[in-house]
């Protein structure tokens, strides 16, 4: 088993570019999961995907931030119009359903806004 | 509102010592506590969970709910303790989201 995959690990992009970040989540995980790790902080809860559904985006700011994991292909948190203040480290995370509280973390991908 | 508290950005111990690295939550109800750890170039991964009042790697955390902490502590260092180490909390629950600690940067001095 590969692990959490997460792709880009970098990304640049200028203000007002579009950011689309994937997650692949170990297999046989239904449970995803997105943080965003600002510099100097700890891991801010964003999104809790399970397959085809948000079940709590309570953590994502209202604008510009969306995310989905279709039933087919990995998780994708995109961020249009980006700016400065996006940059950070996006980490995903997926969970087994029978054990839901272990989660498992990918590399993060790390994005520059210029 | 929940929160977890490490007050230490970067705890500095020599190989042998003890080393107590401190963590603090609020949360009304009945959380859960984890300590996660990251190594150097590699992903975060969960160290111990406090349901499972199990020792890793010779860590042991301990909840102590009238004083709401979930302190890590290990008898003796080694180098290889070396990393960045999160505590988090989770209500549990339909979400089961991790709200993190900003993490302490433990350093084993040879």
């Known amino acids: 088993n590969a692990g959490v995959m997460q792709n880009p690990r970098h990304l640049v992009r200028r203000r007002g570019q579009e950011a689309r970040l994937r997650c692949s989540p170990m297999k046989g995980h239904s449970h995803v999961y997105w943080y965003r790790q600002l510099p100097e902080e700890g891991l801010k809860f964003m999104v809790y995907?399970?397959?085809?559904?948000?079940?709590?985006e309570s953590g994502m700011p209202k604008e510009r931030f969306s995310a989905e994991f279709p039933k087919e292909g990995p998780s994708i948190l995109r961020i249009q119009q980006v700016v400065r203040g996006d940059s950070a480290a996006y980490f995903c995370?997926?969970?087994?359903?029978?054990?839901?509280?272990?989660?498992?973390f990918g590399p993060g991908t790390r994005l520059t806004v210029t | 509102a929940q929160r977890v508290t490490q007050p230490e950005k970067l705890l500095s111990v020599f190989k042998g010592a003890p080393v107590e690295l401190k963590c603090n939550y609020s949360y009304s109800g009945s959380p859960e506590l984890f300590w996660y750890v990251q190594y150097s170039r590699q992903r975060l991964q969960l160290l111990l969970r406090h349901i499972s009042r199990e020792s890793i790697k010779g860590f042991t955390a301990d909840l102590n709910k009238g004083e709401t902490s979930f302190h890590l502590k290990k008898p003796f260092a080694q180098e290889e303790d070396s990393a960045m180490y999160y505590c988090?909390?989770?209500?549990?629950?339909?979400?089961?989201?991790?709200?993190f600690g900003t993490g302490t940067l433990l350093a084993v001095q040879p």
């Open positions: 995370a997926s969970s087994p359903d029978r054990v839901m509280y272990e989660q498992y």
């Open positions: 995907l399970q397959k085809e559904n948000i079940i709590d």
């Open positions: 988090a909390l989770s209500r549990g629950g339909a979400t089961n989201k991790l709200i």
